[in-house]
């Protein structure tokens, strides 16, 4: 019986020494480098829009523009902010960089933030500002997003015409072709 007992002894004792032996070897590792780029892209999808001031049919009565507007336009954005200093945020402006308003009148845009992509899309400057050739903000506070890139996906923009001044500053046109820019970019 001694003799059994000390044969698995001797075996338990020489297995666990060449386990023991074997533990500092089973953990190996390795970097992995991850490269996230700065993305800043813009795009404006949509028809451009017309307005028109609409005329009077009877006469004594004012030329209209209630109900002038147009929705057509979006403004769609891909974005990856950094982790600290100022880039940690962008902002999109809007300036007319071509043409001019008719006198007597105001363009006006605002904007609302649709429903797809993922992020933060942002905060959309939804009440209606007259476009001028100073940059204004449009869209504030975006932080890493997209916003997807279907018809109706990102900031909707809505441009109005509203009167400016007095009646009598009104002159008639053909036609002015206005161009807005809108510019994203770090705060």
């Given at each position: 019986m001694f003799k059994k007992l000390f044969a698995i002894a001797a075996l338990v004792s020489i297995g666990s020494g060449?386990?023991?032996?074997?533990?500092?070897?089973?953990?190996?590792?390795?970097?992995?480098?991850?490269?996230?780029?700065?993305?800043?892209?813009?795009?404006?999808?949509?028809?451009?829009?017309?307005?028109a001031v609409v005329a009077p049919t009877v006469a004594g009565d004012p030329v209209s523009v209630t109900g002038v507007t147009n929705s057509d336009k979006s403004l769609q954005y891909?974005?990856?902010?950094?982790?600290?200093?100022?880039?940690?945020?962008?902002?999109i402006t809007a300036a007319i960089t071509a043409g001019t308003v008719p006198s007597g009148?105001?363009?006006?845009?605002?904007?609302?933030?649709?429903?797809?992509?993922?992020?933060?899309?942002?905060?959309?400057?939804?009440?209606?500002?007259a476009l001028t050739g100073t940059a204004q903000n449009i869209v504030t506070a975006i932080g890493s997003c997209y916003t997807g890139t279907a018809a109706g996906n990102g900031a909707v923009l809505t441009y109005a015409l509203a009167f400016k001044g007095a009646y009598a500053d009104i002159r008639y046109n053909a036609s002015d072709v206005i161009t807005v820019t809108y510019t994203l970019s770090d705060n």
């Open positions: 060449a386990l023991y032996a074997q533990a500092p070897n089973n953990t190996k590792n390795h970097n992995v480098t991850i490269t996230v780029p700065d993305v800043a892209l813009l795009k404006i999808e949509g028809a451009d829009p017309t307005l891909s974005s990856t902010v950094a982790t600290s200093g100022g880039d940690m945020a962008r902002t009148f105001d363009l006006k845009v605002s904007a609302v933030i649709a429903s797809g992509g993922d992020g933060a899309k942002g905060t959309a400057i939804g009440t209606p500002f």
